[in-house]
């Protein structure tokens, strides 16, 4: 009955009475050679890492948080973001004490989802990580268009110039890991890196729950 008045559907796979399947849940698992170095169009300096593909159930629980409310997907997404760090801990590609910088997102996208939610899958991620502390420190300025749809210069000279800085960083003290849910071209990572690199933050790499 529960089930006719608040349908459930798996965000991957939209299998019923379930929000998050099994199957999909194997499809988001890190596996043992992940997250794999990437080369994005824009270069940002710093090595650029995926967790996967943009593509099927990671495809859509990213979309399902961003465009449709799914709030009980962030669990999943983060579970698979913490395995990307305890990994690039473990490989020694970053190191504690550590700061996640969320990508920056716009003001207006932020509001109509309730929260900007890569924030929000990088703060549950990094429960219980000792030294590892997440700061919301980038802003898109104003006049920054979506980039869906634009083609990789024109999302290059969408997003240059327009990345600040809003929270400082103990920068001296900590190294930087930059996390994105998806890397495209790679203009925001390159963006965001040139500004933190500005501030004096040591951004060892860019961390992306998919690429496309």
């Not at 698979?80 to 969320?102: E, F, M, N, Q, Y």
């Not at 809003?166 to 790679?186: C, H, M, R, S, Y």
């Not at 963006?191 to 961390?207: D, F, P, T």
Request: net charge positive.
């Amino acid at each position: 009955m529960l089930d006719l008045v608040l349908p459930l559907e798996c965000g991957g796979c939209g299998a019923p009475s379930t929000r998050w399947c099994a199957v999909c849940a194997q499809e988001l698992a890190v596996k043992p050679d992940q997250p794999h170095l990437i080369t994005p169009r824009v270069d940002p300096g710093v090595p650029v890492l995926s967790l996967g593909r943009y593509a099927g159930p990671r495809r859509d629980a990213i979309v399902a948080v961003k465009e449709h409310g799914r709030a009980d997907l962030i669990a999943p997404l983060a579970v698979a973001l913490r395995s990307g760090i305890d990994r690039l801990l473990a490989w020694g590609v970053i190191d504690t004490p550590l700061t996640v910088v969320p990508a920056p997102t716009r003001r207006s996208s932020a509001r109509r989802r309730g929260g900007d939610p890569v924030t929000r899958i990088a703060r549950v991620a990094t429960v219980g990580l000792g030294a590892v502390r997440v700061v919301q420190a980038l802003r898109l300025r104003g006049l920054v268009r979506d980039s869906v749809g634009l083609s990789g210069a024109d999302r290059q000279r969408n997003i240059a110039g327009r990345v600040k800085i809003v929270k400082p960083i103990n920068a001296f003290e900590q190294t930087v890991l930059v996390v994105d849910d998806i890397v495209t071209t790679g203009a925001t990572a390159s963006e965001s890196v040139r500004v933190l690199h500005i501030a004096g933050a040591s951004v060892a790499a860019v961390l992306a729950i998919a690429n496309a």
